[in-house]
């Protein structure tokens, strides 16, 4: 377990709490470290990131799968937007991602910035570099959160919050594993709600629901064409959160809408099957040959 | 919205010819014709052109859900999987969800026949030409909340009806591209784009972005010398422009996907301090490469 708190350990913290707030980053080997806000620099932190690229979380454009990216992208956006309202919290409430390079080299490196502070939400900006291929601007997201009343949730932090990269796994578990996801063909793809994928609201964390839409989307093309069409791997991706998951199993449908050569978008939503079958989140993933 | 006199006769809204019909609590339909004016290269209908038909869909499927309160767009998405010719297009909305800050509306967009009907594949199905999303943030009604004239019987129909484009929509909007290389596009702000906010209208700041993309990646003086269309776009509105003109500061990213490209577009009310007022990334692909037909 990696976590904020390892330069501040403080035995009052509940762990179980903790280890759920940071076992998702952990996975992709996150590092992270707040920048404070300067002088003239406006109000907030902003954030960095650093991801390395270990083969397990290669994809089939040979860089990051981006399900993994956008894991990232919320840890690092929802951690900074959560900062700059503390003493209140966030939770996602959308995120909109293009991603433009698929053969990164890595490892990632990830600049957050926020944009607005509303009433009631905040919006983030990332940007992605390939520190491999000369910091070349690979990736862009706006992240937006809902600003609410963290109620008991511990939210002490060290500041700046510094989380250094987690040491490899010398035997990692497949994203579709770590993350709980049938396998399957077709427009139809599950995951299982386990406890190491809650957040610390306790519902599933939205990382977990951009890996099952990458996965999702991705098979819902593969399975219709024939194998000698070649790989494809997610790329842009929209996702609404309109309400939490909390009970699973969750179900992600999907719909082939059409694109163009090479490029295919396909309309994801995913059900809370055990709570009433739920809809819970509802975009896009733009889908490239590869 | 056509509320509390807004559009004004002479606006962009009332030129598109928007004709729109609430058809139940939380859904809209609104429609356009496929002019060649409101067309880009391949005669696609420009991806700035449809998300202010979606905004405006957005909007009005939002109408009841939301009342008393009023709303402004925080988000917008638009993703173009067919090509978008007409004769009529139409956006249909539904509200997915209404939460106490926040009502999140998808929309689908349809190419009709001359006599309004869906146009069909060879399976005899209308599939979506375009797929769109919106974040509205919900704002407390107050006096100066335009006035809803929104009858209790569905469906609600209304039309807003100008004198029409009588030229490219850029033009008649006064975009100008000031350096396509760097994609750096530049529009003063007048009366005839504003919002019932007074600030430039959402779908005329997606299409600054969309033009400021298309003259970066492909314009006639583009680096690969292609002409091409944008299908993706992702805006965020952050702040409102007010003052102008409103100026373009343009990233491209590096690619490896289909030809074409991504770009970043921020836009910047130059002359209220250079305040940042939106966010565009945009996806764009050669025009060949649309009409190809997919999947």
Known sequence: MSDLDQSRPDPALDQSALERRHAVGAYFRLERWEIPAVPDGGPFPTIGGRAPLDRHQRGAGGGLRTGALLTSIDSLGGLLCGLSVQPEWIVTTSLMATVARLSQVGPLRFHGRVLRRGRSAVVAALDVVDEGAADQAVASAVLTCAVLDPGDMDLRFARPAIVPMPPPDPDPLAPEEFFRIEPGTGPVTRLELADHLRNPWGILHGGAVAMLADVASCRAVSSQRDHAHGAVAAADTVLHYLRPIKVGPVEARCRVLGGSTGRTVVRVAIHDVGNDDRLATVGTVTVLDV | ?295
């Open chain 2, 1 to 295: 919205m056509a509320f509390g006199g807004y559009p004004p006769a002479r606006h962009f809204l009332s030129d598109l010819g928007m004709e729109a019909e609430v058809t139940s609590e939380t859904t809209a339909s609104v429609r356009i014709r496929a002019t060649p004016h409101v067309t880009g290269p391949g005669g696609s209908v420009r991806a700035g052109v449809l998300a202010t038909l979606v905004d405006v869909v957005g909007g009005s499927a939002a109408l009841r859900a939301l009342h008393p309160d009023w709303m402004a767009t925080a988000d917008l998405t638009l993703q173009v999987v067919q090509p978008v010719v007409g004769p009529w297009v139409e956006a249909r909305a539904t509200v997915l969800r209404r939460g106490r800050t926040t009502l999140v509306v998808e929309a689908l967009v349809f190419n009709l026949d001359e006599d309004g009907a869906d146009l069909v594949d060879p399976d005899g199905r209308a599939a979506p030409v375009a797929w769109a999303s919106m974040t509205f943030a919900v704002l407390p009604g107050r006096d100066s909340t335009p006035v809803r004239d929104l009858s209790e019987e569905l469906p609600v129909r209304w039309a807003m009806t100008g004198a029409g484009l009588d030229q490219p929509v850029t033009e008649v909007l006064g975009i100008t591209v000031v350096d396509a290389a760097d994609g750096v596009v530049s529009l003063p702000v007048a009366e005839y784009l504003r919002n019932s906010f007074g600030a430039v209208q959402g779908g005329v700041m997606a299409t600054i972005g969309e033009v400021a993309a298309t003259a970066m990646l492909g314009g006639p003086d583009g680096p690969d010398g292609e002409p091409v269309v944008v299908t993706d776009l992702q805006v965020a509105y952050l702040a409102l422009g007010r003052v102008g003109p409103i100026v373009s500061r343009s990233k491209r990213l590096a690619g490896d996907g289909p030809a074409g490209g991504s770009v970043v577009v921020e836009l910047v009310d130059q002359g209220a301090d250079d305040r940042l007022t939106t966010v565009v990334n945009a996806r764009a692909v050669p025009v060949g490469s649309m009409a190809a037909g997919h999947p």
